[in-house]
């Protein structure tokens, strides 16, 4: 199988950036389908790529988008609702993560049929579980496992799945991927930390214990890219994981060491975690942590062999590459940061 033309949903995030470069290096030809074309400013100057401005949740928009792409890949995700309230209210389970993380799929797959799409890859998490007590997990499972049934229905019949509908196409050929933590030069994870601990004396530390094997944005841009026209890779699940696990608070003394820091770090009981938890989701702006990432904090994020790794995987070390940006991190550097965020 041979893909000359890929369309990519969430193609404007950090991962989004890393693919779409990678592919374009490749020659391949990219159509980003994006909400706001501003979203997708430095992508727009790679020669292979052509941002398209449309409703990505509306199938008729996803229909257009798809037509004349040999592949399409769903890289639409979120770690934060925007509705306020208590994580098992009704509002909740039918919220953002629901219509991103369950419903946005269903219309992927229903409109890859319309489309003639027969090769799907898509996003998941590590942890993705339906039945787990995160709903980002929980609703990352359940999206996860719409889009491996359609990968094995026979027929071009609606099935029906976690009381989402769907059409799959006949042959609809699927690859899934299931990431730890993902580090990067634009991660918000390590930069998240390593600009509190630069600027805090003392940082409070929540699940201080949580487990995770960071995996190198590059490494798994490279996944998607290697797994696009592999017929071995059809109707896989591949776990994305780092060479080593670490803990959080192992990971917060290896950014204390790269900036050249002394820091206190004050690790939070079990307890004291779910509170800090619980008093950070009222914090107004961008959310640094909520009660549903202290839940999917009480599961290990890191490879167990539930699923393969991809062929070939040979991932980069987090403490050789991230120094490299990381000492960079200062007053200036948030300028762009902010720059970015207003996508100027
Ligand atoms: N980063 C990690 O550590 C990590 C770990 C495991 C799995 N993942 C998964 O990897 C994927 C990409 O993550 P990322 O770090 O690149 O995220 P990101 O930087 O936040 O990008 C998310 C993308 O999704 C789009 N998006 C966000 N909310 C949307 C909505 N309501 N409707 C439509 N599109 C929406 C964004 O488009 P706009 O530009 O229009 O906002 C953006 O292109 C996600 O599925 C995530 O769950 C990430």
Redesign the pocket.
């Known amino acids: 199988m041979k893909i000359e033309k890929v369309c990519i949903?969430?193609?404007?995030?950090?991962?989004?950036h890393a693919l779409v470069s990678e592919l374009a290096a490749r020659g391949i030809q990219v159509r980003v389908l994006?909400?706001?074309r501003e979203?997708a400013k430095p992508l727009i100057l790679l020669p292979t790529v052509e941002v398209v401005e449309g409703d990505?949740?509306d199938e008729r928009v996803l229909v257009r988008a798809f037509e004349g792409c040999d592949a399409v890949i769903n890289?639409?995700?979120?770690?934060h609702e925007s509705i306020m309230g208590r994580v098992d209210s009704p509002e909740h389970r039918r919220g953002?993560f629901h219509?991103?993380h369950i419903e946005?799929p269903r219309k992927v797959i229903g409109a890859c049929a319309q489309a003639g799409i027969d090769r799907l890859l898509h996003?998941?998490?590590?942890g993705a579980d339906p039945t787990s007590r995160s709903a980002y997990q929980r609703s990352?499972g359940i999206g996860e496992a719409i889009v491996r049934e359609a990968g094995m229905v026979p027929t071009y019949e609606p099935g029906t799945l976690y009381g989402a509908k769907f059409t799959a196409r006949r042959g609809l050929h699927v690859t899934i991927f299931r990431?730890?933590?993902?580090f990067g030069p634009a991660?918000?994870?390590l930069n998240l930390f390593a600009r509190l601990l630069k600027f805090l004396p003392a940082i409070p530390l929540a699940c201080p214990q949580a487990q995770f094997q960071p995996v190198y944005v590059r490494d798994v841009a490279r996944a998607f890219v290697e797994s696009i026209d592999n017929p071995g890779a059809f109707g896989q699940t591949y776990d994305l994981c780092g060479p080593k696990r670490y803990t959080l608070i192992e990971l917060m003394q290896i950014l204390v060491h790269v900036l050249g820091i002394r820091r206190k770090i004050i690790p939070l009981t079990d307890r004291f975690s779910y509170w800090n938890a619980w008093l950070l989701e009222w914090k107004p702006g961008r959310k640094i942590m909520t009660r549903d990432n202290y839940y999917a904090m009480q599961i290990p994020n890191v490879c167990t062999g539930a699923h393969p790794l991809p062929p070939d995987w040979h991932p980069a070390d987090l403490e050789a590459t991230a120094p490299g940006w990381l000492q960079g991190i200062s007053q200036r550097s948030g300028y762009q940061r902010y720059r970015n965020r207003a996508h100027r």
Request: proline share 3%; hydrophobic share 45%.
């Open positions: 949903l969430g193609g404007t995030g950090f991962v989004g994006a909400r706001r979203h990505i949740h890289l639409v995700g979120i770690l953002d219509q991103c946005l996003m998941s998490a590590l990352k990431p730890s933590v993902i991660d918000s994870f």
